[in-house]
Every structure is written in structure tokens, then in C-alpha cells.
């Protein structure tokens, strides 16, 4: 069984699948806390309605390499193999992907490398002004170049005519918590075997 540790500043959608595959033994892992730069991320919330323990860990005064360590310090305490962003809207310091390397995995909403960089509604409408056919999520790996870590898995859409960026961004999440629970899986046997 892995240890999952999720880093979180937003509504935390994709923490569902994670959830719902680990109850219905779809996925050997536990998720053992729950931490958010925001005291009022909608993450924080859903993992208190799924009975997971839930950190706030403000940043206010720290550098980033400080709040790294504090973040470290929280994932250690709590023994934790694998960290998963979801949402996570900080960029980390290079001791944290250093000292995490191999263990931090992200859902980027494109199919890298196409995109990479981008956030949230960017992604989506630079895809249809593109003229993109297919579009999707990438979760990989993180390191210190921001949505350039080496890729576990994608999953693909498709683009229709007369899409919106909203539009997109709804399929594209319909994917991702699916995503997400794969490629935890992978790693999963892979340290097993």
C-alpha cells in the first residue's frame, strides 16, 4: 500500500476518484493528510467530508525554501511515499522536488508537452485556438522545470466544433481524477515489484 500526502489550493475535485477508488479497493493506498496554502481551499473541505486529515499551512512570512520544509516536515510526520498535487497553485523549491525526487506526481489539463506552463482556462482556450482535434491531461512527474517531469500516463479527448474553453475544461477534468487514480496505481506496483 502507498502513502499518498496531497498538496491542494483549490476545490480539490480530482481528490474524489482518489477516494472512491481506494474504498472500492480499486487502488492499494491511504491518504494520509491533506495540506493547503488556503485556510478556505475547497480541498480542505472535501477531505473533512471524506473523514481525511487536513492541514492549512500558511505561508505568510516564509520563503518559499521555508515553507518547503515546513511542508516536508508535515508530509514526513505523517510517513507519507508519495505526494500528489492537485491543484496546488505554488511552485516549488528546488530542495522540496530534490528531496521528494521520484515521489511528487501533477495533472497538468494538456497533453504535455503541448501547453506546458499554462493554467486552467489558458490551457483549454489556447487548445481551440490552436484547432487542436484532441486534447486531455498529462500527469507526470515534477521537477524543478514546471510541467517538463517525465510522463506516467495521458488520457485524451475530444476537441468538437463549437467548444468553449469552459466547455473543454469540464471533459478535460472528467478525465483527470481518473488519471490521476492510474497513474498512483502504477507507481503503487511498480514499488511493490
Not at 87 to 108: K, T
Request: proline share 3%.
Amino acid at each position: 500500500m502507498i502513502r499518498i500526502g496531497i498538496l491542494g489550493s483549490t476545490r480539490g475535485t480530482n481528490l474524489d476518484a482518489i477516494v472512491n477508488a481506494i474504498r472500492q479497493k480499486h487502488l492499494s493506498a491511504s491518504v494520509e493528510i491533506v495540506i493547503s496554502n488556503k485556510s478556505d481551499a475547497g480541498i480542505l473541505e472535501r477531505a473533512r467530508s471524506f473523514g481525511l486529515a487536513v492541514k492549512h499551512v500558511d505561508a505568510a512570512g516564509l520563503s518559499r525554501e521555508e515553507y518547503d520544509r515546513h511542508l516536508t516536515s508535515v508530509l514526513s510526520t505523517h510517513a507519507v511515499d508519495l505526494v500528489v498535487l492537485i491543484g496546488f497553485m505554488r511552485i516549488l523549491s528546488s530542495e522540496f522536488i530534490n528531496a521528494w525526487h521520484g515521489r511528487i506526481i501533477n495533472v497538468h489539463p494538456s497533453l504535455l508537452p503541448a501547453y506546458a506552463g499554462m493554467m486552467d482556462l489558458n490551457v483549454h482556450r489556447a487548445v481551440l485556438e490552436s484547432g487542436d482535434m484532441e486534447t486531455g491531461c498529462t500527469v507526470h512527474f515534477v521537477t524543478e522545470q514546471v510541467d517538463a517531469g517525465p510522463i506516467i500516463l495521458q488520457k485524451k479527448c475530444r476537441v468538437f466544433p463549437g467548444d468553449t474553453p469552459d466547455m473543454l475544461k469540464q471533459r478535460v477534468q472528467l478525465l483527470e481524477g481518473d488519471a490521476l487514480v492510474d497513474a498512483i496505481s502504477e507507481i503503487a506496483n511498480a514499488k511493490t515489484a
